[in-house]
């Protein structure tokens, strides 16, 4: 996997360190459109991104992420319990994406009644409260592991044109696998959501693991989980499906650090071998 890598450039804002000082702090990750970055700076520090505070743990551990299209550059602020500032521009590289064509799928599919559209609407306002949470559990650092086995059928950014109709991009990562194929939690956290059946995803769940960071299983066919139940790394969750907006049984896996839609692939080795 092709590592994002760029140079640190640090203004103190109150006043210049000196060369025997501790670092203000560490970043790493994927400085790329779709990346995930996690931090680390003093106990009591506060971080400013792109205008807004983020969360900060009491060790000083905080996490980022850049959406599909995010501008070249962005603005990252550490301030010492003492006052001190750190200011730096981060850049961030940018990606090409693939174009893809689905056909075949019914017009209220495609262009939703407006039925549909209030019933898509009303689950779209679920999903984004969901988003939305910020909790300080920090879940997430049991790490990233696949899903499900298969393979791998849409990737992160592509743009969809359904029945000659451009739509919005594909934000996450499908794997392509036969109905009722194990789905495991990717990550350690708490289910937000376990519905059976939403227009666009089908069987869709949810899972919060901390910092605002949030997960997305859809199409599924089965769910083995309830809402607000804890999962473990590698607990299965449900089983792969084709219920939704779906020409075929698959795992449509999708991350997001608030309204940033992450690319999930970045966190990940190659696809395991089945029966591995």
Known sequence: MIRYLFAIYLVAVSSVASAASPKPYELSGDFVQGGLVTGKTAPGATVTFE????????QGEFLFGFGRDYKETASLIVTYPNGKSYKQTIEVARRSYKIERVDGLPPSKVTPSEEFLKRIRKENAEIARIRAIDTPNKWFQSGWTWPAIGRISGVY??????????????????????????????????IRMAEK????????????????????????????????????????????????????????????????????????????????
């Open 51 to 58: 205008g807004k505070s983020i969360r900060v743990s009491d």
């Open 157 to 190: 950014g592509s743009q969809r044109v359904l029945n000659g109709v451009p739509k919005r991009p594909h934000f996450g990562i499908d794997v392509a696998a036969p109905t009722g194929t194990d789905v495991w939690a990717s990550t350690d956290g708490v």
């Open 197 to 276: 059946d939403l227009f666009y995803t089908g069987g869709t769940i949810m899972i919060d693991h901390g910092f605002g960071l949030v997960s997305v299983y859809s199409h599924l066919s089965k769910l083995a989980v309830k809402p607000g139940e804890f999962v473990k790394q590698g607990q299965k969750i449900g089983e792969v499906g084709s219920t939704g907006r779906s020409t075929g049984p698959h795992l449509d896996w999708r991350l997001n650090w608030f309204k940033e839609r992450l690319d999930p692939e970045l966190l990940l080795g190659p696809m395991p071998k089945s029966g591995s």
